[in-house]
Nanobody, 126 residues
């Protein structure tokens, strides 16, 4: 069973930056597309970003384009989400996850969440 470990969340002021990390215990992320999702209190979970494994292509929600960057480091078995110019509306618990269906690429990732970790809290507030 996949066990994800997300880290890097915290409290940051508007306009600040954070880098989230997604590691996996006993599981290689290399062959899998990995998505980042978030859920704010009282709101539905939403897809934030995804990185494919077959061609390294990436996808972003419109709300984070130009501010967030997803990447992976195969040597560290880790996927990152660099978040810049953070806004209060980015406040949420962030999860990384594998995808159902075509596990290696991102199209439609927003509705294909598979296994996910415990999440990491991101709070953007002054």
């Amino acid at each position: 069973q996949v066990q994800f470990v997300e880290s890097g969340g915290g409290l940051v002021q508007p306009g600040g930056s954070l880098r989230l990390s997604c590691g996996a215990s006993g599981f290689s992320l290399d062959a899998y597309a990995i998505g980042w999702f978030r859920q704010a209190p009282g709101k539905e979970r939403e897809g934030v970003s995804c990185i494919s494994s077959n061609d390294g292509s990436t996808d972003y929600a419109d709300s984070v384009k130009g501010r967030f960057t997803i990447s992976r480091d195969k040597t560290k078995n880790t996927v990152y989400l660099q978040m810049n110019s953070l806004k209060p509306e980015d406040t949420a618990v962030y999860y990384c996850a594998t995808l159902l269906g075509a596990y290696y690429h991102c199209p439609g990732y927003e509705t294909r969440i598979g296994s996910w970790g415990q999440g990491t809290q991101v709070t953007v507030s002054s």
